[in-house]
Nanobody, 115 residues
Framework: QVQLVESGGGLVQAGGSLRLSCSVS????????MDWYRQAPGKQRELVAG???????NYADSVKGRFTISRDNAKNTMYLQMNSLKPEETAVYYC?????????WGQGTQVTVSS
């Protein structure tokens, strides 16, 4: 059974930093491309960043230069380093693993950025 567990969320002041982690179990982590999404109250879930199996990253324009996505296949874990956070980035952050037609989601971790 594939399981994704996010951690690292919390309350931070505007301009601050957080590092999210997504731990994957029950499968071979290295074969999956991985993504971070976020969903703010009343808004649609949006893609924040993704990383290929090879480790090639891509970012939403809104986070380029501030967020860094990475993965450690030996630890079955993906990360999202978030710097210079803004209040409008308050949301539940989710990780997703994708391989072919298979997609798996974590339960999300709350990030709250105070002004």
């Amino acid at each position: 059974q594939v399981q994704l567990v996010e951690s690292g969320g919390g309350l931070v002041q505007a301009g601050g930093s957080l590092r999210l982690s997504c731990s994957v179990s029950g499968t071979i982590f290295a074969i999956y491309a991985m993504d971070w999404y976020r969903q703010a109250p009343g808004k649609q879930r949006e893609l924040v960043a993704g990383i290929s199996r090879r480790g090639d990253p891509n970012y939403a324009d809104s986070v380029k230069g501030r967020f860094t996505i990475s993965r450690d296949n030996a630890k079955n874990t993906m990360y999202l380093q978030m710097n210079s956070l803004k209040p409008e980035e308050t949301a539940v952050y989710y990780c997703k693993a994708r391989f072919g037609a298979s997609n798996y989601w974590g339960q999300g971790t709350q990030v709250t950025v105070s002004s």
